[in-house]
């Protein structure tokens, strides 16, 4: 019989020991004590010299140890990272994760969960897979659909654009159709920038359509498009809340020109898609159950912890067929029929992203993401109002969602952008500068069900 040897430096890191334990209680603490924070200061960045002045060396043969590590980050590094769910974040997209949601990422990372395979994480999948159908559902997606979490709505688009090529390719080579020399994919010149950013990866040409004056893009500019482009389309990109102006296409109208073009229809609801769920938006999206696929980030509306995006195909195979990567090592994953995430998106490993939206879900239940989302639309509503009420300032357009977009009346942009400067230096708030049309104007992007009507006015009165 052997003797159980004493555990050796290698596993120093790694076993329960006295070191370890106060290691870990140390972090928790300062987790829990973020977490249940309500104020958090909004922070700001500070410039690369400064801060390697301030952090000093922290890598070195023997390590710091745990105590002046964590130091350093609560001192020197996190006040240097601006806090994306402080409700005075306004800018670009911003983040609002629920509390559960937030706690709940604490035990995806505890309990080394991999996301990839059912035969490795079925619990896991199992419950991501329950969170895609409720939403495949909410959109009005046939109880086929599906899908997988992935990081973000860059590789969400990424993923549906490949699928769509892949599909577009089987579909003229069963027919014995030429292939075109350059495929491309149609969307609006509104669309998101990572639809670009897709088409450079894939190598494929974007075929940008001109939305309405009103930023909407309808079926009549995509027949346009369509028809002078033909056979070498693979794909039509909906936007279902543009970044910009949370603006939504006219997702019915463009349906029915993919489905008489036989064109894969790819609907980018990064951000606005979520806003379904509120009664106050959900006529604006009718004909998103037509989609082939869509996508909608987790971490931005939907109240989760960066980074999730999800991504679902009305046909999962056509998913699974782009996608599926083929080793000898992985025959025993993928010579099965169970379900892979890994399998639907360009990916392999992957951190089970959808947990925590799956446990505040199941905890609060979908009437409170309802009336979350509901919330912020309302806020932007009014805020609207207030900005047409006040002389000086003009509404660009009127806000679809949560995004007010507005012009202080004779600023220029470098008004603006000192403006915004001062704003975060005073630790007010983070609402930076935009632009539409070659005019700059300012943003409110609403999320965080902490947002109120008076830190809106009160930033207003900053700019009178
Ligand atoms: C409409 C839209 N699509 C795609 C994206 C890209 O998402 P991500 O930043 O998660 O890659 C965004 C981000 O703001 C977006 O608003």
Redo the contacts with the bound molecule.
Sequence with gaps: MSTPVAPSSAASMHEVSDRTSELVELVLRYARGRILSSDTPLDKPIAPLDLALRAGRSIDEHGIGAERALALFEDVLAPACITTDHPQYLS??PTAPTKASVAFDLVVSASALYGGSWLEGAGAVHAENEVLSWLAAEFGLPASAGGVFVQ????G?LSALVAAREHARAVATRSGAELPSRWKVVCSAEA?S?IASAARVMDVDVVAVEPGDDGVLRGDAVRAALEEHAASVFAVVA?A???NFGIVDDLASIAAVTDEFDVWLHV?????LAGMLSPMARHRFAGVERADSV?V?P??WLFAPF?A?ALIYRDPEAGRRAHTQHAEYLDTLTETSEWSPSDYAAHLTRRARGLPLWFSLATHGAAAYRDAVTASIRLAHDIAREIDRRDGFRLVREPQLSVVVFEREGWSKADYAEWSARLLDEQHAFVTPSSHAGRPNTRFAIINPLTTYEHLTAILDTMA
């Excluded at 980018?268 to 606005?272: K, L, R, T």
């Design positions: 670009f997209i973000g709505g860059t590789l688009n998101h990572s936007t809340g543009s970044t980018d609801g990064a951000y606005g996508i980030d971490h931005k980074d995006c």
